[in-house]
């Protein structure tokens, strides 16, 4: 049964965390014996017992700073289960694996870092696009296009999408319009 699998689950990873803790055995341990637990279960069952990691949040942090090779396997074994997980069916699941790695990583660390700070090589050029699209405007426009159509909450009126290209009935007018296009990426201008 689940919960006898839980409960002898949850016995064995405090004995590899005393015994890693001790010295005796390997930080990694505890870990390994969670991935390998992780391994073996269908994603509902997986979920299920992903409580004994958040029970012991504590003890998985100090195994993490204590030992690189910990990190890496608490890595491993939430990308495998947020692979293995439907974005669109288990996003609490998600958030609770996510919620962890935050926890127990700091934000420094290389794994959740842009190292080597490449992002998109191909910038899209808004004064290029206005000229093509006949639209005429600057970057900076687009923007205030934008914010011009926000009322005082912030909500975007029934004038102002129409203004953008947006019908309430659902998608674009007309297609993708490179106007809500230049807009869309125009507030960029405000945030450089």
């Known amino acids: 049964s689940g919960a006898a699998v839980a409960q002898f689950a949850g016995r ?3 004995l590899a965390a005393d015994l890693a803790a001790s010295g005796v055995a390997d930080a990694r341990l505890p870990l390994l014996l969670l991935e390998d637990l992780f391994d073996a279960r ?3 069952e997986c979920e299920g017992l992903f409580h004994l990691v958040e029970e012991r949040r504590a003890t998985v942090f100090e195994l993490v700073r204590a030992s690189a090779n910990a990190k890496l396997v608490l890595l491993r074994t939430c990308n495998e289960l947020l692979r293995r997980l439907s974005k669109t069916k288990n996003t609490n699941f998600c958030g ?3 919620m962890l790695l935050a926890y127990t990583l700091p934000l420094s660390e290389r794994s959740g870092v842009n190292v080597r700070g490449a992002h998109n090589v191909k910038p899209l050029d808004l004064e290029t ?5 006949g639209g005429g405007g600057a ?5 205030a296009a934008v914010a011009g ?3 005082e909450e912030g909500a975007m ?16 007018s007309g297609g993708l319009s490179g106007g809500l296009h230049r807009a869309f990426w125009g507030l960029q201008a405000a945030f450089q």
């Open 12 to 14: 064995l990873v405090d």
């Open 42 to 44: 269908v994603t509902s």
């Open 96 to 98: 609770r694996i996510l």
């Open 129 to 133: 696009d206005a000229e093509t699209d």
């Open 139 to 143: 970057p900076g426009e687009a923007g």
């Open 149 to 151: 159509t926000l009322g």
């Open 157 to 172: 009126g029934a004038a102002g999408m129409s203004a953008l290209g947006i019908s309430l009935g659902g998608g674009l």
